[in-house]
């Protein structure tokens, strides 16, 4: 009996080995572990019902802005409304991440950038939410003619958002899943972090109106536009200026008349300042090589957006 | 157990408690206590402290998780008291904070604080250990709303205006809660 080769077995998907290297491994296998991944994850943040329960606290801090009788406060606070949504986003993936810190992550069959990477990507839902309500928004503005701004006799009723300023709830929440991702994988104490994160969105986006003068809007997170530039004493006359000017009077909080300004150019790079800032959170995230990339990447970026909103900022 | 086990065990459970979250959300609360504090007046930066003070005691208060409770076992103490020997080293650090950032703020609420605080305290020894997590987070999120919501909602402004009845109404919905769950079949604790 003559002995036989055994032949080889069929060919079998590859499986990706543990690793805890620093590179994500581009084999047919990782990509199928990462979207295997990706869907585990964005499932787990659909079914949270903290995402579910902050989206009518945010439709309620809508209705309520429309109760507000000042003029512009649709404009300029609607920026706002998406803080409990922020919260909730920074919280879930905060969670997520903290996982990593548990001593069975590391026998995990793919490296730990495989699951970080899977991890961020996994909050394409809600990325994808603020989108489509960011959208339907804008949508609704445009059908029913706009909003008011401005004060008499420099006051219009139909002021729209510009795209970049529509642009801004997008790049915050990225920013707020990157925010989570560093401080779910970095600090020990997860009820620590939520306090954190919690305190941190309602300082900037609850009281964002604290950071939106000259000197700090350029370095602040949820940025309200107009830019408000003094024009005029107390007691100037309003018809003087031109027509064509958004006006806000004198009163409890202001002793002058000012010009209300949009600046798209302002909110476009507020925006990369936004994504620069979220580029070096995610990259903390993660270990090795991509996270001194990623964070040289982000301050750079981060710099010349700076530098650039205090030349354009009117 | 003696009052000499007690206080002998003071030290290995102080030791035990993690600083973390206290020191990043007291960094962040002074930080920010000290912005509202160099570019706003009045009312506009007291928010930043009310909000800033509930949060350090939000921070302390959840030192009732503790990780490395098991390894403490071995004491001759109730984990209960261990917890609340937990509680209270970082409560003293936590109010200190919170004082400050009122005090630069020019915020009141002292008094409201310290009654969230005991609120805070007591559901966190009593609610199962899945809830003591939000427990934890009542006095921020109860300052948080009274800001946000509060003109809509007058009766949120209750631990500002009348601190001891919420202090007991506090404790009280902790006993309440207490004799609850040992009642309850299956062991919902």
Redesign the interface.
């Known amino acids: 009996m003559s002995a036989t080769a055994v032949p080889p077995p069929p060919s079998s998907p590859s499986v990706p080995t543990p690793s805890t290297g620093s590179s994500v491994e581009a084999t047919p296998g990782t990509r199928r572990v990462l979207g295997q991944l990706v869907r585990l994850e964005a499932r787990r943040h659909l079914r949270s019902p903290l995402l579910w329960l902050a989206l009518p606290v945010c439709a309620w801090w809508v209705w ?1 802005l429309g109760r507000q009788p000042w003029s512009g406060a649709w404009y300029q606070a609607l920026p706002n409304t998406f803080t409990p949504l922020l919260v909730v986003v920074s919280v879930l993936v905060a969670r997520s991440f903290h996982r990593e810190r548990a001593p069975y992550a590391e026998t995990a069959p793919v490296g730990q950038d495989v699951r970080a990477t899977a991890r961020l990507l996994g909050t394409w839902p809600v990325v994808a939410l603020i989108a489509v309500a960011t959208a339907a928004g804008a949508t609704w503005l445009r059908r029913t003619g706009g909003v008011d701004l401005g004060d008499e006799p420099g006051r219009t009723l139909h002021a729209h958002f510009t795209l970049p300023e529509l642009l801004q709830p997008l790049c915050l929440v990225v920013l707020a899943v990157a925010l989570g991702a560093v401080v779910g994988r970095r ?10 994160l ?3 969105w ?2 900037v986006g ?2 964002s109106w ?1 950071f939106q ?1 000259a000197e ?1 809007t350029s370095f602040s997170v949820v940025q309200t536009q107009p830019v408000k530039v003094g024009v005029g004493p107390l007691d100037s006359d309003p018809t003087a200026f031109p027509d064509t000017w958004l006006l806000s009077a004198p009163g409890e909080y202001q002793a002058y008349w000012g010009r209300l300004v949009v600046s798209a150019a302002l909110a476009f790079w507020h925006d990369l300042w936004l994504l620069a800032l979220a580029t070096v959170a995610a990259a903390c995230s993660y270990d090795g090589r991509p996270r001194w990339r990623g964070v040289a990447l982000g301050v750079t970026v981060a710099a010349l957006a700076v530098v650039m909103q205090l030349r354009v900022i009117p | 157990m003696t009052p000499f086990a007690a206080g002998a065990a003071v030290v290995p459970v102080v030791r035990s408690v993690s600083w973390w979250p206290l020191v990043g959300v007291g960094t962040l609360v002074l930080t920010a206590t000290g912005f509202a504090d160099a570019t706003l007046e009045g009312v506009a930066a007291g928010r930043f402290g009310l909000l800033g003070s509930a949060g350090v005691v939000s921070a302390a208060v959840s030192a009732a998780v503790d990780p490395a409770e098991e390894l403490l076992d071995p004491l001759p103490l109730a984990s209960r008291l261990r917890q609340g020997m937990r509680q209270a080293s970082q409560l003293v650090v936590a109010l200190v904070v919170a004082l400050v950032a009122l005090e630069v703020t020019g915020a009141g609420g002292g008094g409201g604080l310290l009654a969230l605080a005991v609120v805070a305290v007591s559901l966190t020894l009593v609610v199962p250990a899945r809830l003591v997590r939000p427990a934890a987070g009542v006095p921020l999120a109860w300052v948080a709303l009274d800001l946000f919501v509060g003109p809509r909602f007058e009766a949120l402004a209750a631990w500002r205006e009348h601190p001891w009845a919420v202090a007991t109404a506090g404790v009280a919905l902790a006993v309440l809660v207490h004799h609850l769950l040992d009642r309850l079949p299956g062991g919902l604790r």
């Open positions: 309520e600090l020990p104490a997860l009820a620590g972090g939520v306090l954190v919690a305190l941190f309602l300082f609850g009281l604290a003068s700090v």
